[in-house]
C-alpha cells in the first residue's frame, strides 16, 4: 500500500467536524430570534416587576376581623319564637328571639297595683295632713279664749283685791276670783300644750307624707322595670350583620345572660401582621390592594387605617417576657389595620378568612 493509501485512510478514520454556532445559528434564524425576543421580553418584564414590587410590602399572615359577639336575653324564660335563621342577614332592629312575656305582663300589673296603693297613702296623709291643720286652728282659737277669759280673771282678782283693801268687798269674793284665775292659768296652759301638740303632729304626718311619696316613686321604679323587662323579651339587633352559630331553639328555656347566637356585624376590616422590618415607610393612608383566598380572581382596593403601638405577642394572654431566660432575638410582627374601600355585596365574607394584601409605602 502506498502513502497516497495510507492518508486517505487516515482522513477517513477521523471524525467529521461539526459546524461552528454562527453556522448553526445561521441554520436555524429562525428558532434563534424567537428565542432573542422572548429572553429580551423576560429581561424587561422583570426589570419592570422588581421596580414595581420594591414599592410595596407584602405579608401572607393577614385575616379579616370584625368585633363579633353573643346574644343573649337579659331576661329568662321559654323562648317562643326565633325568626333568624343561621347565615341570615339581618337590620338594626330586626327580631332576633322572643321570650315568653306572659310573666312579665302579670308583673307590670302588680307593679301599677302597688303604684296605686303608695298614691292612695299619699293622698290619705294628705288629707290627714289637711286635718291637722285645722285642729291646729281649732286649738288656736281655743288658746286665744283661754288667754281672753285669763285676762278677766286676772283683772276680776285685781279688782276683788282693790275692794277688800278698800273695806268695800268680802274676803269671800277675792278667794272666788283667785280660784277663778288659777283655773284660767291651767286652762291656758292645757291650751298651749294642745296647740305645740297639734304642731308636732302635723310634722309627724309631713313625715309620714314624705315617705309615702318615696313609696310612690319605688313603685314608679318598680313599674318601669317591670315594662323593661317586657320589652328585653324581645331580642332585637343592635346592628345590622349576620346571624351565626345558632344555639337557641323554639321551646327552650333560656336563662337571663345566655348565648343563643353568635353575631357578626357587617362592618369588618383586615388584620395584616407584617413584620417590624417592613414598617419603616408604612403610614395610615396609604393605598392597599387586597386579594382574598376565596376569591382569587378578585382584587380590592383599600388603605392603612392605623399600624398597632406594640408588638401582637405583648397584647397576648401571655407576653414573652425577653428579660428571663436565654434571649434569642426573632422579627416581630406587628398587626397593621386595614380598611377596604367598599367591600362588592357578591362577596360573602367573614372574621378569619385569609387574604394577601399589598401595601404600596413608596
Excluded at 421596580?51 to 343573649?72: G, K, N, P, Q, W
Excluded at 291651767?186 to 313625715?207: D, F, P, S, Y
Excluded at 413584620?275 to 382574598?292: A, F, S, W, Y
Amino acid at each position: 500500500m502506498d502513502a497516497q493509501t495510507r492518508e486517505r485512510g487516515a482522513r477517513a478514520e477521523q471524525p467529521a467536524k461539526s459546524p461552528p454556532l454562527r453556522d448553526r445559528l445561521r441554520e436555524h434564524w429562525l428558532l434563534t430570534t424567537m428565542g432573542a425576543i422572548v429572553l429580551v421580553a423576560a429581561l424587561a418584564g422583570g426589570l419592570l416587576y422588581w421596580l414595581d414590587v420594591r414599592h410595596y410590602e407584602s405579608t401572607d399572615d393577614a385575616f379579616i376581623a370584625a368585633r363579633s359577639f353573643s346574644v343573649a336575653s337579659k331576661v329568662g324564660g321559654y323562648v317562643t319564637d326565633i325568626p333568624a335563621t343561621d347565615n341570615q342577614h339581618v337590620n338594626a332592629g330586626d327580631l332576633l328571639a322572643r321570650i315568653d312575656e306572659r310573666d312579665y305582663r302579670i308583673a307590670i300589673d302588680q307593679a301599677n297595683a302597688q303604684l296605686a296603693v303608695a298614691k292612695a297613702n299619699v293622698a290619705n296623709v294628705e288629707a290627714q295632713i289637711d286635718s291637722q291643720q285645722e285642729q291646729i286652728k281649732q286649738a288656736q282659737a281655743q288658746l286665744e279664749q283661754a288667754q281672753a277669759q285669763l285676762q278677766f280673771s286676772q283683772e276680776e282678782f285685781k279688782r276683788a283685791e282693790d275692794l277688800v283693801e278698800k273695806g268695800a268687798g268680802t274676803v269671800q269674793r277675792q278667794q272666788q276670783t283667785r280660784s277663778d284665775l288659777q283655773a284660767q292659768q291651767a286652762n291656758t296652759e292645757r291650751t298651749k300644750t294642745a296647740v305645740t301638740a297639734a304642731q308636732l303632729g302635723i310634722k309627724t304626718l309631713q313625715a309620714q307624707l314624705e315617705g309615702a311619696k318615696a313609696q310612690v316613686e319605688q313603685s314608679q321604679a318598680q313599674l318601669d322595670q317591670a315594662r323593661l323587662n317586657l320589652q328585653y323579651t324581645s331580642v332585637v339587633a343592635a346592628q345590622s350583620g349576620r346571624v351565626v352559630k345558632l344555639s337557641g331553639a323554639k321551646g327552650t328555656f333560656a336563662t337571663a345572660g345566655q348565648s343563643l347566637m353568635m353575631f357578626v356585624p357587617d362592618e369588618v376590616w383586615i388584620v395584616a401582621n407584617y413584620k417590624e422590618t417592613q414598617l419603616n415607610d408604612m403610614r395610615p393612608g396609604q393605598p392597599v390592594e387586597i386579594r382574598i383566598d376565596a376569591y382569587p380572581g378578585r382584587k380590592l382596593a383599600g388603605h392603612v387605617d392605623s399600624v398597632q403601638p406594640g408588638s401582637g405577642t405583648a397584647f397576648s394572654l401571655l407576653p414573652a417576657e425577653n428579660a428571663t431566660g436565654n434571649y434569642v432575638k426573632v422579627v416581630q410582627r406587628v398587626p397593621v389595620k386595614i380598611v377596604v374601600d367598599n367591600w362588592p355585596a357578591d362577596l360573602p365574607v367573614g372574621p378569619g378568612m385569609s387574604v394577601v394584601p399589598w401595601t404600596r409605602v413608596r
